[in-house]
């Protein structure tokens, strides 16, 4: 063989195996039975997306994105709607498979509905889970600082762990570089739109989008508005909603009358453990041996600002009454478990920790946490734990009111502390095209979907372009745990 051929054919063999290189927008998708958590299938698609980790850095590595697209069943589809979860870091795979899948369902009568899996999260590769626990000594009474500090020390083994041996650039997890990701999605489909759909974090990123790509978005759905600068709570709006608490538990007809005044219970009992920690035995459920578990204040104080205006809300008044009874099982069960609790995933903390925070809301946080029952603790542990982190700011641009011609469905909960309606009434004035639904007692997460049957009546008509009918609705009265504790154990 001549040596002009042995260099053509060592030509050939070359760019075929350059050819072969994954590229950024390279798109996949596959037929999929999609299986729901009550054993449900139906026929979808499972789509893979290549996108730059970092788009900054034009060495970057290649990240793998994860959907599964559901197709429609119009006859003519309008823009895909992409469902957005919570979190940060949670999965919205996972979300279409659990109570929102009936949802899911629905609005294929509109469009494409793709539940995606954002950048670190899910099926996305990589899922940057951290496998370090929490493990605060349960022995000792417990203080933020000795929770911020060892959850320092974990951060350090989990941020070591992807960044110098799996080489994952920490950097590219924040909020832009996820919006980024969903007009590179947008532009993979070959459509001139899509449509937003998102839950907590996942209006955080959508307002994120819609400041990037304005002309790429149809419709949004904002359910639980965490604006651009909503990351940090703020403590007037806490103590607000266990005013609002109070009042309803006052007017409930089964404890009302043995707790007519909820602060002044939760003050006593916070005044008590400040005073004097308590020492509990409990059975570890996982080795069935006994331990001793001291509860302080701050294990009540975090109890509550961890799960506060969520679905856990209906325990409060019977986790005070009990405590008030000197009953203390129930959060020395509930601190054993968070000590042995993974701490998350790194994902979550680079993007709560780029989103960050202005001057002026910092100011005002620690302002109002004086004062208050919870002080800040429902922050916790940020942005204690963002110094080691090091997630770069995104800066008070990405957090400044946004201007937007979109029309936008914003979705609250009256007793959603987390992210109160006064969140969406902020935000909502930028808006040119924009209606605000008020759900009547619901708290966080899936309530303010499926509390009543005319959100979802809602969540179509505007979908359709059609004006929503009801926009103030009653949410069914919250359940509250009974207030007679099991016998604690000795």
Known sequence: MSILKCALIIGLLLCGVASAQPKAGTLKLKPYTFENSKGEKTPAEFGTLLVPENRSDSQSNLIELAFVRFKSTAANPGPPIVYLAGGPGGSGIDAAGGSRFPLFMAFREIADVIAFDQRGTGRSKPNLGCYEQLSVPLDVAPTRELAVQQLRKNARACMSYWRDVQRVDLTGYNSNESADDLDDLRKALG???????????????????????????????????????????????????????????????????????????????????????????????????????????????????????????????????????????????VWLNTSRQGIGSAMTYMMDCASGQTAARREQIAREAKGTLLEDLFNFPFPDVCEEWKAPDLGDEFRSPLKSNVPALFISGTLDARTPVSNAEEYRKGFADSTHMIID????????????????????????????????????????????????EK
């Open 191 to 333: 459509v001139p739109k899509i449509s937003l759909w998102g839950i907590s974090y996942g209006t955080h990123l959508a307002f994120a989008t819609l400041r990037r790509h304005p002309q790429s978005i149809s419709r949004a759905i904002l359910a639980g508005i965490e604006g651009p600068d909503h990351t940090y709570k703020l403590p007037s709006n806490i103590q607000q909603h266990l005013e609002d608490l109070a009042q309803v538990i006052k007017a409930d007809p089964q404890i009302g009358k043995d707790i007519p005044d909820f602060l002044g219970l939760m003050k006593s009992v916070f005044d008590r453990l400040d005073a004097e920690p308590q020492t509990v035995e409990i059975t570890d459920q996982r080795t069935k041996q006994k331990v001793r578990v001291v509860v302080n204040k701050f294990v009540m104080q975090y109890i509550v600002g961890n799960n506060i205006g969520t679905t856990v809300t209906a325990n409060f008044p019977a986790l005070f009454y009990r405590a008030s009874k000197g009953d203390f099982t129930n959060p020395a069960q």
């Open 441 to 488: 007692g619901a708290v966080h997460s899936d309530p303010l979907f499926l509390s009543s049957p005319k959100i979802k009546d809602g969540m179509i008509e505007f979908l359709r372009g059609q004006p929503v009918t009801v926009t103030k609705i009653a949410g069914p009265p919250m359940k509250f745990a009974p207030l007679l504790a099991a016998k604690s």
